[in-house]
């Protein structure tokens, strides 16, 4: 485009374009197109290389996340694999030295509890290393909570006292006044690196020497020693105590045991909490390591946190020998289903757990779930890194079914995070066991939710029957109050019905005379006897009872007396069958009279007057005595079946009933510590059945 500028410009002057200055004009042009050129590439060039660049990191970064995953299930598979094998020597070395496995000989108890004593001496190396590399690669995560460093520190010292006294050592403790000294920090981490300085403290020191720890503060902050008064450490050797794997070559230490890996975890675990550690030693006087760590301000001082939140210390047992323990009481008869993997570990708890308890064994998580699901067992006991389905999402299954949420899950792990702790309780876990475990641990926190879920479901069997107590006692308050008013109403209507009857009795006499009246006064007689009937039902319905319930009473005696009381209501079409024996029952002699009254004379008001049948009868049932009255009447429906022992109820016309006479039954028969039941087809008849304490001839 230049170009053909200048040739316009020429043109539009009217002037001769020199070839001088139209050849260098035209090289600048080639020039600027060149370089316009090579910086256009350049940049393309750099644009691409930054574009690459940038996938390359994100690859990498993809890398880094994978093997940070990757390191992340290193870490829990190595813990596994490593911890249960121990908790395969662990378990059973404790298990042979309690007196329920009979007493073992003196060699033999020694060479168990050597097994014990190095094993654990194992499982503290794989847990130092464990942690050393989580430090190295920043795994761990750090749980910061207000720590109360005094409270934490005489814990520990508390732990340690036993093994100090083993050494023959005296482990002191001393604690500045103007406390408490408050430490923003991972309680678990303060707890391993007073342990290790401890430990280390009595393993250098000589018999008969003292160990000291001190807790105070400064300008700076918290501190904490830990002085022996052992072999010491030379000079040259001071930089170097804290180095992995180092240990100070001299003659006499060579002597004591370790690995070198102590005092680097304690290094390290101060320095990722901001702090820092410094050692004063003299050789053959002996070592003080010193621990800075910065305080809280006072005003937010808490209270110190529990001992639960520190899990790996029991892990760390300093004990050298294995105290021996008393067995808990099993809870006899309790199923529990145990889950795990490993058939060798599986086959222990059973044989283990299987000498209190009945134990169902699953090496398939899957298999056991559906199991769990089709026969809830009392308790499951399962591990939690299986293949398939794991110990969370097991309890995750178990939670969510109607018909095992309530059973007690007890998830064992050799993962000691606290995230994996965590997850297990969101997923409903009751409790959490770090292997290897000491099995009598394991057993303890079987029979404590054992017994917890017992109580419970005592507890709620106690709200049951109090919540029944309570309806049958407001329906007792009912009914006596009804009594007391139905009995009130009786009595004031028996006045004016005395009075009524009498005057009846004088105006038959005066008007006897006049036959047109005869009618009349029939019907005023019959409406006087109902009158009466009813409120002489009303009176014993208000009556909770009359006389000793206690008598000895003959059914053959009292059942003919009913009948002949209601024969003169008794249709000529209707039969009544008596098969009574010789049963005799502890009842009120006039209660039980009114009962069987009550019941023929509804049995008669419900049958056919020309075809109709009552049958009496009774038998003997153990230390009960059945009497049945059953007829071939219109029967009762269902829906009136569950009201026919309410007052008042009755399915009868107006004016032919009150709807007392069965709830009188009931009453009465209650007293008698008797049941009435009822049974009733429509259209078959109905058959009513008193049982009463028999009397034994």
């Known amino acids: 485009l230049l170009p053909v500028g200048y040739l316009a410009v020429a043109i539009a002057g009217h002037e001769p374009l020199g070839a001088k200055h139209f050849a260098s004009n035209l090289m600048l042009l080639v020039d600027s197109a060149l370089i316009t050129c090579i910086g256009n590439r350049v940049v393309t060039n750099l644009f691409l290389r930054e574009v690459k660049l940038r996938i390359d990191l994100e690859k990498a970064n993809e890398r880094l996340r994978e093997l940070d995953r990757l390191k992340s299930e290193f870490f829990a598979n190595v813990s596994h694999e490593l911890r249960t094998p121990l908790t395969l020597i662990l378990a059973p070395a404790s298990s042979l030295t309690r007196e329920s496995h009979g007493r073992l000989e003196t060699g033999q108890r020694t060479l168990v509890e050597t097994i014990h004593r190095n094993a654990t001496r194992l499982l503290q190396l794989i847990n130092d290393l464990l942690l050393l590399a989580k430090l190295e690669s920043g795994e761990p995560r750090i749980d910061r909570v207000p720590v109360d460093v005094g409270g934490s520190v005489r814990r520990i010292s508390d732990e340690a006292q036993a093994y100090a006294e083993s050494l023959d050592l005296q482990l ?99 320095t990722l909490h901001g702090g820092r550690i410094v050692v004063e030693s003299e050789p053959g006087k002996g070592s003080t390591f010193i621990v800075h760590l910065s305080a809280v301000p006072r005003i937010v001082v808490p209270v110190a946190a529990p001992m639960s939140s520190a899990p790996e210390l029991p892990k760390v047992r300093l004990e050298p ?78 939670r969510g079914q109607p018909r095992t949420a309530e059973v007690p899950v007890i998830l064992l792990s050799a993962r000691e995070e606290v995230e994996s702790k965590i997850a297990g309780f969101e997923a409903g876990a009751d409790d959490y066991v770090h292997k290897p475990f000491d099995l009598q641990e394991l057993r303890a926190r079987i029979e404590l939710h054992l017994r917890l879920r017992s109580q419970a479901q005592k507890l709620r069997e106690a709200l ?41 009795a004088l105006l038959r006499r005066h008007i006897s005379s006049v036959g047109s009246t005869a009618p009349l006064m029939a019907d005023i007689d019959e409406s006087v006897e109902r009158l009466t009937a009813v409120t002489r039902q009303l009176l014993l319905f208000g009556r909770k009872q009359s006389g000793d319930v206690n008598a000895a009473v003959k059914l053959a005696d009292v059942v003919p007396l009913a009948v002949k009381m209601v024969a003169p209501q008794t249709p000529k079409g209707v039969r009544i069958v008596q098969e009574i024996d010789g049963e005799v029952v502890r009842a009120n002699p006039q209660d039980l009279f009114q009962v069987i009254l009550n019941i023929v004379h509804n049995a008669l008001q419900a049958v056919d007057p020309q075809h109709g049948e009552v049958r009496i009868a009774a038998s003997r049932n153990g230390d009960r005595v059945e009497l049945s009255v059953i007829d071939n009447g219109c029967g009762i429906t269902k829906e009136n079946l569950s009201r026919i022992f309410d007052p008042f109820f009755t399915t009868k016309p107006p004016g032919s009933g009150t709807g007392l006479g069965l709830s009188i039954v009931q009453e009465l028969v209650a007293a008698q510590h008797g049941t009435v039941r009822v049974e009733s087809e429509p259209g078959r008849g109905t058959t009513v059945a008193v049982s009463l304490p028999a009397v034994s001839a």
Request: charged share 25%; glycine share 10%; proline share 5%.
């Open 172 to 270: 002191e403790l001393e604690i500045e006044r103007g406390g408490p000294f408050t430490w923003n920090g991972d309680e678990r981490h303060l707890d391993r690196i007073v342990l290790n300085l401890i430990s280390n403290a009595c393993k250098f020191s000589r018999p008969g020497g003292a160990v000291k720890v001190a807790v105070g503060s400064d300008r700076e902050g918290i501190w904490i020693t830990v002085a022996d008064q052992g072999i010491g450490i030379a000079p040259h050797d001071l930089d170097r105590i804290f180095d992995r794997f180092v240990q100070v070559e001299s003659s006499s230490t060579r002597r004591f045991q370790g690995t070198g890996i102590g005092l680097s975890i304690v290094k390290q675990l101060v």
């Open 321 to 398: 020998a294995l105290p021996g323990q008393v067995e808990p009481a099993g809870i006899v008869g309790a199923r529990l289903a145990v889950v795990e993997d490993n058939p060798e570990l599986l086959a222990y708890l059973t044989q283990e757990l299987g000498r209190w308890y009945r134990v169902v064994p699953y090496v398939d998580s899957t298999e056991a779930v559906q199991a769990i699901d089709a026969d809830p067992p009392d308790l499951i006991v399962s591990d939690i890194m299986m293949p398939g389905l794991d110990g969370i999402a097991l309890a995750r299954k178990v």
């Open 464 to 504: 049951e029957q109090l919540k029944k107590a309570e309806a049958s006692l407001v329906q007792s308050e009912k009914m006596v109050a009804l009594g007391r008013m139905i009995a009130g109403v009786a009595h004031e209507l028996n006045n004016p019905i005395h009075f009524l009857r009498g005057n009846l």
